[in-house]
């Protein structure tokens, strides 16, 4: 990364840190998926100096064995490259995995390879209405439709 690429990103970052946080209800996800042996993963469009940056800010690492970034795959997302990538890492068949996304609308549409995603906007639902592998759309993890993904406790 150029450095003033890296000078860019880290005022972003400094900017950005007091607001960081996670999302409703994922404090208590995490750590029930972890528990119970859902294999969690991230496959993002962004480079590795930003997912670090919000994977250590928030003591997420131990959760994600697996990351795949923009530097991992020469197709980046909404192209499934990444995902199918994160999920042969982690062991799953693509065909298994449930991916809770950050939607921005039809451009980011789910192609062929997903099974599932959650966009974070449920404004969004009605443009992926029409998709049969979109399970369920909302905005976070308090949603009660969440705890279903994980398996019962043992």
């Keep these: 990364m ?3 690429a890296v000078q860019k990103d880290q005022r972003y970052q400094d900017a950005f840190r007091p607001h960081l946080q996670l999302l409703p209800g994922l404090a208590n996800f995490l750590p029930r998926g972890h528990q119970r042996g859902v294999p969690m993963g991230i496959g993002s ?3 590795p100096f930003n997912i670090d940056f919000v994977l250590n800010n928030l003591n997420l690492r131990p959760y994600f064995p ?4 923009a530097d991992d795959v020469t197709r980046s997302k909404p192209h499934p490259e990444t995902f199918l990538k994160a999920a042969a890492q982690l062991g799953i068949p693509a065909s298994d995995c449930l991916i809770r996304g ?3 609308g039809r451009g ?3 192609q062929r390879g997903y099974v599932g995603r959650g966009a974070h906007h449920p404004h969004i639902a009605l443009e992926f209405a029409d998709l049969p ?3 369920h759309c909302a905005p976070d993890f308090t949603a009660p439709f969440m705890t279903t993904l994980l398996p019962a406790a043992f």
């Design 2 to 4: 150029g450095a003033l």
């Design 45 to 47: 469009a962004a480079i």
């Design 66 to 69: 697996v990351v795949i970034s």
């Design 102 to 104: 950050r939607a921005q």
């Design 108 to 110: 980011s549409r789910p």
């Design 133 to 135: 592998n979109v399970l």
